[in-house]
Nanobody, 122 residues
């Protein structure tokens, strides 16, 4: 009913940049927050950045000043511009959305994308 599809992952050298995108589709009524999480092998999934419907953003301390989250409300998309990448940024990155659907207005539910691999070589 609702799908989140990520794109833009890949392999990059340390100091390089990547831009992740996530498109939400389906019977969406409205989207509250959209976020990016990441999970490295052996680690728990952690929040990287989040943006609400008003454009207010929040970042993990480890990515502040290097990553920028943005969203296009008209297209139900969220992006993550990642600059000055470090090997410790290597992880699977997941798109997340808190939204309600046309058949369940006002009932907020969590949705996740399938993940996209980001690998930063030293």
């Amino acid at each position: 009913q609702v799908q989140l599809v990520e794109s833009g992952g890949g392999l990059v050298q340390a100091g390089g940049s990547l831009r992740l995108s996530c498109a939400a589709s389906g019977s969406i009524f409205s989207i509250n927050a959209m976020s990016w999480y990441r999970q490295a092998p052996g680690n728990q999934r952690e929040l990287v950045a989040t943006i609400n419907s008003l454009g207010t953003t929040r970042y993990a301390d480890s990515v502040k000043g290097r990553f920028t989250i943005s969203r296009d409300n008209a297209k139900n998309t969220v992006h993550l511009q990642m600059n000055n990448l470090k090997p410790e940024d290597t992880a699977v990155y997941y798109c997340y959305a808190l939204l309600d659907t046309t058949t369940s207005r006002g009932r907020w539910n969590n949705y996740w994308g399938q993940g996209t691999q980001v690998t930063v070589s030293s």
